[in-house]
């Protein structure tokens, strides 16, 4: 099952949600949409999505538990970040989760990459259930947008590392072997 990359017009809500009519994928849409509008110039819309190549002769042997998910970029300087991002999960039988999260680059001695230091969960077992979970993480990503951008500060407070402090610039004023007495 590749991951597809692309804008929210490209998602193919018909084939990863077969369950819903069209008023239904018209508001996921809409609600995708609203997401990538709120994007900064330098952060791209990008989906991520799972579907079954059609290509492929043979079916997956393990389909993936992640459906449909995107990140927005909120800060990204010497290797720190902060992003937020919105995920569909396939949870057992007709069951979803829609997930919203507040994510931070990791600065643990193993790195897990980043660490979700805010997280929300919307399960949903009918097409109308996924719908209002959908719109809801949405909406609350929409709103975190607002909300603080250090990294930092985000990861303190969630008990977790931060980066090293770079260690002090020789001050070029100073004479080179220390203050004149």
Known sequence: MPATERPASDIPFERLFPDLDDHGRERLVAAARALDLRRSLDDPARWFWNEPDPLSPEP??????????????????????LELGLDVWQLDGPFVSVTATVEVACWC???????????AEWPASTAQA????????????????????????????????????????????????????
């Open 109 to 119: 001695d193993t790195d897990h990459n980043m660490h979700a230091v805010q997280r």
């Open 130 to 181: 996924f719908l209002e979970a959908f719109h809801t993480a949405a909406l609350s990503v929409i709103r975190r947008i607002e909300g603080p951008r250090d990294p930092r500060d985000l990861r303190a407070r969630a008990g977790l590392p931060n980066p090293p402090e770079p260690p002090p610039e020789d001050d070029p004023a100073a004479p080179p072997n220390g203050p004149v007495v």
């Open 60 to 81: 997956e042997p393990e389909p993936s538990p992640h459906i449909l998910g995107t990140a927005l970029l909120l800060y990204e300087a010497d290797g720190d970040w």
